[in-house]
């Protein structure tokens, strides 16, 4: 493979741009010296690098939905309602999943379907077939920062869409929009293409516009375990700054234990700026992003409540720069505009009551964060070992080898023989580590603080506890007692 | 008795892939021969994996909203291809939103389908399900509920 | 006054239970025998002090809905409501406003028009007026323990009615039912009429028969400084023990800062135990009861679902043994049945999802514990001395002199003089103390603590914070800045 | 122009006395006489202080639901005992649970009110109509909203 970590240079870029833009015929409009002058009139209040720069500088919380319908003015109408009913701080445009496999001729289906029955038959916006018009008028008719978000392999000509037409993020990255969304997309293929994104978001920066880049940290949402989630952050984070890009949000989705949750939100922080300064990308503005729940939901509406304000308690309890707001429809479907609202307002009043709180540091709390900075180390280590320094390279054969293994990926590029199973407390541990390479204490670890449930349980440790989990809070529990 | 067959697997550019692993789990201890096509299946992959193990029943999973769109002429693939006598289930979140369940019923019912699942429809009624129609009564398909 | 903090004999007992018998029609039915005999039977999953002592063991928080109306089949079937569709693990039966004024000839009123409008005209069931036979249907007709709520200064027709009823637990006392809920009614007055209330309860203890007092720790639920709540809290669990009662949940109303409220609920426990053992109470069963946010709510339900949900993150990270549940129609009125289901479904999820889990230690909570008990301490020292050594004359010199002065509270007999506001994290502390005799130390910490917020806020510390405070949660935020 | 005289109370068993303390403050500030007769005051306290100090206006609070039936005949009250053109405000929690605003409204117009506000209002919008009704327009009463 001729994969490497290097930034690209201008002629590969160039060269593969072209390829990229005749892919589609929305792709001819981009003209990226008429894009910069465009973003260059990109008030800071609706661009995302500096809201959150200022937010991190306030030590606010800021609240995002996910949102995305099949019709522009649609879409319009939908953000300015969580814009304006909702108080969002930021704004979404959630892609619809014909866009995130490529497949633009279906997305002209939906688009006609969803005009003629007027409602919405996709799950999210065909940004791609509407191009740079379509993408503009979103963007000028809110008044706040917008963001791609999606679940794309490949999402070159995507991002040139979006960022030419104002929206100044885009989420996404080699591991976390490819494994748990792709079954026969090759890392190989997905690093080279989120190299791409991240270089397209380099050269804007290059021309004195910022950007925002998210790495997306939920993954598969399905009780993974944060060293795993935490180590493909800061994978992405690095690759992202190879390419040029200064300002990262990395992210992860919480788990239900709220020392493990906070724990991991300042691991996460801290692991990746100690990990971008000693690869030499200190001019990187990092932020952090909490995923409410990302699991199966109860059905009940008040129910999902809880969950949803609980996860706002640990986004402020973190000190997490945004939170990703779930809404009490969750388990059923998309929301109405008023569920995502109110999932919106939930998060914000349990932020306002918790505003400037963070969780007091405790000998708990300072274990379960060494835990994960270990337990990440175990992983960076062997991935850079791998690729004998190579970051792409150590990535790529790292997945191979069931170094890093998200549980329940559909990816084939992933192993898949990784368990996770709660602890006693709600944490999350690993049941079966497989090819995990942790040190022997942090095995034992593990393993001690699993048979501690099996035991309270008075059962075995096994599958049937993974299984259990997964189910229990769609259930009303965090953890999948046998009753 | 010989083992029933059954295709699983989650139509179109779905990419959930939890419910299909459980599932995979679920219906193999329940004694059924299943086949898993995974996520991320068009109805080609469904209609082959049939013809190839002889299936009696395709297990269609969607969650991600679509699936209206891609289970359209799924029946009329099947009939095309020889397997006219072949069960459809489908379930999951089968549809955009949160809406009527009896309109959203009654759209996959003329679709072709034989059972239809509301969202959150535990293995055990999907079970109940397969043992009635594939070893109870054969002649189910032509009654379709 | 010959008040004193001395158990009833039984001469003086019986004869005011025959006045208190004879002052409405329904009292002729009481005879204690006969209740003593109906209250052996009450299974154990029925009785109050059984199903608490039981979570306490556990570990486990309970909870509990307020919820009245002025019809007994109907005030079943919203009991059955809430208990089966909610999962409501204690049941109460809230009185309504007339029978707490004693004003049973109003009640009739209330309860004919209600009758004939087929809507509950009274915010609660009017029990005195039902009498026995009403009361008793309730508990028979529904599967968990039932308890009354009411904020009743002469409760004492009222405790004879219910506890003969088999209602294993009753809400209330001298202070906290009378200075939030009443005017005019002297603390001495109440101190008597209460120790009748807790004579009674102690009466049937010494007959075998387990019954449950809960002190009401929220008081106005406006501001209420932990330290004011606590001294209170304290006071009635001790007056309480001192009639026999064996069986005692003292508790505590959300303040909004994480630390502060853990601390709060940490320091009551520890505090009351302490103090109860010192006095020679050392059978008594304590357990606590945390109240979700008792100050004006937002109208929002989303808002309130927020509100709720942290209310139950606070029973749950500081152990308590139940949780008062609000709902979110709240701001607005007497909630529906269904409301106030979603109330407790909402409080359920969230203490599932924090199952066993609490606050660790850290320094921060550490401190503010030792803060709150030196408050305290303050205060119950100056009441044993003012009323030399005895805790009931104490009390009422004490509320005299302002010792204890219970924010908004629309008795005469408290000072009223005492200004609480929020500090730069929410935490409330003194603004004035006025006659409340801290130590130097406490009162340069609490100032200091104002000044810092007003540093902040660059305003000077005033009253107008004060008001300030009282409106913001209803409008969205924990603390009322200026904007 | 004289001071306008206003009878602030909370009728009633009711209790409430947050909203009582702040309104005295903020009415008193906005410029009114306010003789507040606090919580837990009955019709007879009302009509009594108002006679007492010649009021122009009754400031009724209600927040425990049951202020329906503790505020019928307040206005039969009040021209029994001569207090003809004394303005009558309502306003608080004053109904039992979430009812129809529109229907709530009404009742308490009928009762007599000229004017009854939903919860939460704001005490601005309150000085307002009371600078608007006290002082702007005398023959306010007549034309009851
Ligand atoms: C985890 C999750 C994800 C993960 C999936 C990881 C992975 N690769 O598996 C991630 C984060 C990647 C993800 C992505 C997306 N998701 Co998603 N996701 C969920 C979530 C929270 C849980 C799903 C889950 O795993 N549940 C646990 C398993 C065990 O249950 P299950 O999947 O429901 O399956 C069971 C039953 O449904 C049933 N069943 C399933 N199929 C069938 C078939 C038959 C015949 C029968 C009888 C029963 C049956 O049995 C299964 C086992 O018990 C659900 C919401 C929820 N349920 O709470 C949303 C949800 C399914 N996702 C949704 C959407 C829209 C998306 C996205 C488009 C992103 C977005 N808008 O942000 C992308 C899809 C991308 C794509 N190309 O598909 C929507 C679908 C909306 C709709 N139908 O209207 C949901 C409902 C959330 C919502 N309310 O918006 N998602
Ligand atoms: C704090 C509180 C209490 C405290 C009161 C302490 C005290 N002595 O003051 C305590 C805990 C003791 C209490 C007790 C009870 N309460 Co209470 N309480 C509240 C709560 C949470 C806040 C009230 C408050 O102080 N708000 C802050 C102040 C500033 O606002 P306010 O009172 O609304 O007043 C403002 C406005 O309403 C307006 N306003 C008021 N009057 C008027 C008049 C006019 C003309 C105008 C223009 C404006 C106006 O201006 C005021 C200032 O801004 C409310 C619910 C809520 N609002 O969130 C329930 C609430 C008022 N209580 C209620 C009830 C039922 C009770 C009880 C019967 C207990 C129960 N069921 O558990 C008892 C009543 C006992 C009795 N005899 O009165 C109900 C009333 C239900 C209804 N109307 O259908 C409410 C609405 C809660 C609910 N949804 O069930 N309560």
Request: aromatic share 8%.
């Amino acid at each position: 493979m001729n994969l490497i970590n290097k930034k690209l240079c201008d002629e590969e870029f160039f060269k593969t741009r072209n390829e990229v833009l005749e892919s589609w015929s929305t792709g001819k409009e981009v003209n990226l010296h008429e894009s910069i002058e465009y973003l260059k009139k990109v008030p800071n209040y609706k661009n995302f690098s500096f809201v959150l720069k200022k937010a991190k500088k306030e030590g606010v919380t800021l609240v995002q939905p996910r949102a995305g319908v099949a019709l522009i003015d649609k879409q319009i109408e939908l953000l300015n309602f969580l814009s304006k009913e909702g108080g969002a701080d930021l704004l979404p445009t959630t892609i619809d999943s014909y866009t995130r496999q490529n497949r633009y001729r279906e997305c002209e289906v939906g688009i006609n379907e969803s005009t003629k029955e007027n409602r919405s038959l996709l799950n999210g916006l065909p940004a791609v077939n509407y191009g740079i018009k379509g993408c503009r008028k979103i963007y000028e008719n809110v008044d706040k920062p917008v963001q791609a978000r999606h679940g794309t392999p490949d999402s070159r000509l995507l991002a040139e869409i979006i960022h030419a037409s104002g929206w100044t993020s885009n989420e996404g990255g080699s591991i976390s929009y490819n494994i748990p969304y792709a079954k026969n997309v090759s890392l190989e293929k997905s690093i080279a293409d989120w190299q791409y994104c991240d270089r397209l978001v380099g050269f804007y920066e290059e021309n004195g516009i910022e950007l925002n880049r998210e790495p997306f940290g939920a993954l598969t949402g399905t009780l993974v375990p944060p060293s795993t989630s935490n180590a493909c952050m800061i994978i992405e984070a690095l690759l992202a700054a190879e390419q040029g890009v200064k300002n990262i949000t990395v992210g992860y989705g919480q788990c239900g234990n709220l020392i493990q949750d906070v724990a991991a939100m300042r691991a996460l922080e801290e692991q990746t700026k100690e990990y971008l300064n000693k690869y030499g990308y200190n001019d990187v503005l990092l932020t952090t992003v909490l995923h409410q729940w990302m699991g199966g939901f109860p059905a009940d509406e008040a129910k999902a409540y809880g969950i949803i304000s609980l996860g706002s308690t640990v986004a402020s309890l973190s000190g997490a720069t945004k939170v990703i707001v779930k809404t009490p429809h969750e388990a059923i479907g998309i929301p109405t505009m008023e569920a995502n609202a109110n999932g919106i307002k939930a998060t914000k009043m349990t932020l306002n009551m918790l505003s400037g709180q963070r969780m007091a540091m405790s000998k708990e709390l300072e274990f379960e964060i060494n835990i994960i900075k270990a337990e990440t180390k175990c992983i960076m280590d062997k991935i850079f070992e791998l690729g004998k320094g190579d970051l792409a390279v150590g990535t790529v054969k790292g997945f191979e080898g069931g170094i890093i293994d998200i549980p329940f990926a559909p990816s084939k590029y992933n192993s898949g023989k990784m368990m996770p199973a709660r602890d006693n407390y709600g944490a999350i541990r690993y049941l079966f580590t497989a090819n995990i390479p942790f040190s022997k204490d942090l095995l034992d670890f593990n393993k001690a603080k699993l048979e501690e449930r099996a035991k309270h349980e008075k059962r075995t440790v096994s599958f049937k506890m993974t299984v259990d989990d997964i189910y229990a809070v769609s259930k009303g529990k965090l953890i999948g007692r046998p009753n | 008795m010989d083992k029933k067959i059954i295709v699983l697997g989650v139509i179109g550019s779905d990419c959930h892939a939890v419910g299909n692993k459980i599932l995979d789990y679920v219906l193999t201890d329940a004694g059924f021969n299943v086949v898993n096509i995974g996520v991320l299946s068009s109805q080609e992959d469904f209609v082959n994996a049939a013809l190839e193990s002889k299936a009696d029943l395709l297990f269609v999973s969607s969650l991600y909203g679509q699936g209206e769109i891609d289970c359209r002429g799924l029946r009329e693939k099947c009939n095309n291809s020889g397997l006219k006598d072949i069960l459809l289930y489908v379930g999951g979140n089968i549809v955009v939103g949160k809406q009527k369940w009896e309109d959203v019923h009654k759209r996959f019912l003329s679709m072709g389908f034989n059972r239809v699942y509301p969202p959150g429809t535990s293995t055990d009624t999907a079970i109940k399900d397969l043992n009635k129609d594939l070893y109870y009564d054969e002649s189910f398909t032509k009654k379709a509920m």
